[in-house]
């Protein structure tokens, strides 16, 4: 069956970095594309990233652009986020989802947290 | 970027109710719309698609209809596993935004 799986998450200080990974099974990986969602404590849905299945595009939110990389290892099955410069108000739970279509995000894993704080 | 609101954004009703939310967009953006069902700790779930198509293996008390702005989600008869927040999400133009969500409750 299909399922996505984040991990990576973590405590770290304001400005360092971290790298969030979202291991998929159960489907053709290179197929869709992926994409990640995150949530603030207590808040609601952002969309922050999407990469089309053979990587030749990415989007950003502009909340993270120039700060977060989105890729792909379709070979791994595998999708990740790298995220530097974090800020305190990156702290969330970070989703990855599946893509079906232009945006209907059909799988979601269980979510990761990170929390940025010093 | 599109702002989406939905209203309520909370809501108690009895088991067997039937309950509405809706969620305006600021623009129109035809049938791009999706609904989601979190529940506390949970992963968001994907219930309705392109407005009004029902996921697969999702109860059919679960519907949605609308276009343009203007879009409603509704429960028939409303069951204690629906205890949720539930979100809108628009995907016709990026950045992909959602509603701020409604909180259901049981009376």
């Known amino acids: 069956q299909v399922q996505v799986v984040e991990s990576g998450g973590g405590l770290v200080k304001p400005g360092r970095s971290l790298r969030l990974s979202c291991a998929a099974s159960?489907?053709?990986?290179?197929?869709?594309?992926m994409t990640w969602i995150r949530q603030a404590p207590g808040k609601g849905l952002e969309w922050i990233s999407s990469?089309?299945?053979?990587?030749?595009?990415?989007k950003y939110a502009d909340s993270v652009k120039g700060r977060f990389t989105i890729s792909r290892d379709n070979a791994k099955k595998s999708m990740f986020l790298q995220m530097n410069s974090l800020r305190a108000e990156d702290t969330a739970v970070y989703y990855c989802?599946?893509?079906?279509?232009?945006?209907?995000?059909?799988?979601w894993g269980q979510g990761t947290l990170v929390t940025v704080s010093s | 970027d599109i702002q989406m609101t939905q209203s309520p954004s909370s809501l108690s009703a009895s088991v067997g109710d039937r309950v509405t939310i809706t969620c305006q967009a600021s623009q129109d953006i035809t049938i791009y719309l999706n609904w989601y069902q979190q529940k506390p700790g949970k992963a968001p779930k994907l219930l309705i698609y392109?407005?009004?198509n029902l996921e697969a293996g999702v109860p059919s008390r679960f519907g949605g209809s609308g276009s343009g702005t203007d879009f409603t989600f509704t429960i028939s008869s409303l069951q204690p596993e629906d205890i949720a927040t539930y979100y809108c999400q628009q995907y016709d133009d990026l950045p992909y935004t959602f509603g701020q969500g409604t909180k259901l409750e049981l009376k």
């Open positions: 392109d407005a009004s």
């Open positions: 159960g489907f053709t990986f290179s197929d869709y594309y």
């Open positions: 990469i089309s299945g053979k990587s030749t595009y990415t």
């Open positions: 989802a599946r893509v079906r279509g232009l945006a209907i995000l059909d799988y």
